[in-house]
């Protein structure tokens, strides 16, 4: 037989028993959060799996699942972007324009360009968008690229993490940060493979595959596809 527990919607009463955190204690976590970021080393340096997993210990500070129990809520509860994305995504009958490819070459142009951030954080790729309510710039992608699979030691997903923490993390976006999620996408490549991350700053910054690694080349079966 089967068994079913049913739970209805909380009273006044209960509500007003169940203790909530006041919003600055999640801004003075946010607060501590970036200061360990700032001092954190470069993304470079941090990204090897044995360094950042001696940085990343409990507690964890960036939660993008390294180790696994460092893992944050979903990230499309923040920003309807990542779901839009997922669903695009799983669409094999969706309907990519033209103008799409073009946007898409043009990228891939401006997307082995380097970028210094203040804090010492140097991407291989990045796109922005101005906030002119706050005269600051957010960025909405963040790449790092490896010539293959282990070339460097480091892993791209790690790096880009880290890279995206580090931007974040500066005074100059602070009125961003404090004002919203800061979604980004990370782009980790490897050689012919490639992975998509979505990128939220809560209290910490939580990192959340939105794909697998996917190869980029034709295989022998696909034909030109």
């Not at 919607?9 to 959060?33: C, G, H, M, N």
């Not at 460092?70 to 799983?90: A, E, Q, R």
């Not at 939220?200 to 690694?213: A, N, S």
Request: glycine share 6%; with cysteine; net charge negative.
């Amino acid at each position: 037989n089967a068994s079913y527990q049913v739970s209805f919607p909380l009273t006044d009463d209960e509500l007003q028993s169940k203790k909530v955190r006041p919003i600055q204690d999640y801004i003075a976590e946010q607060e501590d959060s970036i200061n360990k970021i700032n001092d954190m080393h470069g993304p470079s340096s941090v990204a090897y799996p044995k360094t950042f997993k001696k940085f990343n210990q409990h507690p964890g500070k960036i939660l993008n699942l390294r180790p696994p129990e460092c893992c944050g809520l979903p990230v499309m509860l923040f920003h309807s972007v990542f779901s839009k994305f997922l669903h695009n995504f799983h669409n094999e009958s969706l309907d990519i324009p033209a103008e799409l490819y073009r946007e898409v070459l043009e990228f891939s142009q401006i997307a082995g360009k380097s970028i210094v951030t203040g804090n010492g954080a140097m991407l291989d790729g990045a796109m922005f968008t101005n906030v002119r309510n706050f005269a600051e710039n957010a960025i909405t992608l963040v790449m790092e690229d490896k010539n293959e699979i282990g070339a460097g030691g480091n892993d791209p997903s790690i790096q880009g993490a880290c890279a995206y923490a580090k931007y974040w993390a500066q005074n100059w976006v602070k009125n961003i940060c404090e004002n919203s999620c800061c979604p980004s996408f990370i782009l980790a490549i490897a050689g012919p493979w490639i992975c998509i991350l979505g990128a939220v700053y809560l209290e910490k910054p939580v990192i959340e595959p939105l794909t697998d690694f996917l190869l980029l080349i034709d295989r022998p079966g696909d034909d030109g596809k």
